[in-house]
């Protein structure tokens, strides 16, 4: 649903009358005019929340077909054994070692996501607009609410699996320095797999870190960066002070930091330990291959109108959405500390 300044004079009109008709008092006409706005809710709302953009463009949306498995192929090589697929000299007497390949699965839980919202009917009747679309707008931020903290749950789950923290000994507690983004950097790509030639072996491509961390960016001194880039730092925008170091994306994640969200669930919840001079989490990931976080989805966001409201002089729609979050391989997320 667009903003009402975004729309024509005869679509205004058009939202007008549809919402006018949705308070009415009969409620054979309230019923129609209330499904209609939630059939036309539904198109942006999976739009907005089922894209390849949720989470960043970090999990890809898999639509699965009616009685399909949510089951994905794991890779044979398993994290450790890349060194045991080799080639040999042949001998002039006996035979090739044998190699047996044996793939495995992973079955990713799918459950049932639902959402809700209603608005007083007198709204309706006003043709009261910018209530009624702040009401859609919060109840798609409703599922996408939900799917972040499930999605970053799952990826942080992966990187306390790992167990391994990449840590810079030389900065103070809290202090977020370029060496880092190095050091994680090589640290990826030791324990990647594969060779320097393999083509998708393991490279840092991403790095999600606290606002409080990227400001960190704008205190570096000279022996840290040059005078150039000192000063389009100080003129950038708060929430663009830097986009790359190192050829790796930078994002700032609202829920880490100090005390925040995603670091208690870190901490708490998943028992994740870090190391005693460090005070917060970050996250990197290689994205390159889009191989490990996928996001099956069995059946995408329906909205329905609620058909019990208008005896409380009230409407309102619902919706729900069948989806599963899974990292398939725990190579693709990599834990630092500051």
């Not at 949705?22 to 006409?29: A, L």
């Not at 999990?59 to 080799?86: A, K, R």
């Not at 663009?240 to 190192?246: A, D, G, S």
Request: with cysteine; hydrophobic share 40%.
């Amino acid at each position: 649903m667009k903003n009402m300044s975004m729309m024509s004079v005869e679509d205004q009109e058009r939202c007008k009358s549809l919402l006018k008709a949705c308070g009415s008092k009969d409620e054979g006409v309230s019923r129609d005019a209330t499904r209609r706005i939630a059939k036309a809710l539904e198109t942006p709302l999976r739009k907005g929340i089922l894209s390849g953009d949720i989470l960043d463009g970090i999990f890809e949306p898999i639509i699965l077909e009616t009685n399909s498995t949510s089951e994905f192929p794991l890779d044979f090589i398993s994290p450790g054994t890349e060194n045991q697929y080799v080639a040999y000299t042949i001998p002039n007497q006996g035979y090739i070692p044998q190699k047996q390949v044996e793939g495995d699965y992973v079955q990713v839980p799918i459950y049932d996501v639902g959402a809700s919202i209603d608005w007083l009917l007198k709204y309706a009747r006003d043709a009261r607009w910018d209530i009624v679309g702040r009401a859609m707008d919060v109840m798609r931020k409703q599922f996408t609410k939900k799917f972040n903290d499930d999605g970053w749950h799952t990826l942080l789950a992966a990187a306390v699996d790992r167990n391994i923290i990449v840590l810079d000994s030389d900065a103070s507690a809290g202090q977020f320095t370029k060496r880092l983004v190095s050091l994680m950097k090589l640290v990826m790509r030791r324990n990647g797999g594969g060779n320097s030639t393999s083509m998708d072996r393991g490279a840092l491509t991403d790095f999600y870190l606290s606002p409080e961390a990227m400001e960190d960016i704008r205190n570096w001194n000279v022996d840290q960066i040059d005078e150039i880039t000192r000063r389009e730092i100080f003129i950038a925008d708060s929430e663009q002070i830097i986009n790359r170091i190192f050829g790796v994306n930078l994002h700032t994640i609202d829920e880490f930091g100090e005390g925040q969200e995603y670091q208690t669930y870190f901490t708490s919840d998943l028992s994740g330990t870090m190391p005693s001079s460090t005070v917060e989490i970050v996250i990197g990931l290689d994205l390159r291959n889009n191989d490990s976080f996928v996001m099956p989805i069995r059946e995408e966001v329906e909205i329905f109108d609620d058909p019990v409201l208008h005896r409380q002089k009230r409407a309102g729609v619902y919706g729900w959405a069948s989806v599963g979050f899974g990292s398939l391989d725990g190579r693709r997320v990599l834990t630092g500390a500051l």
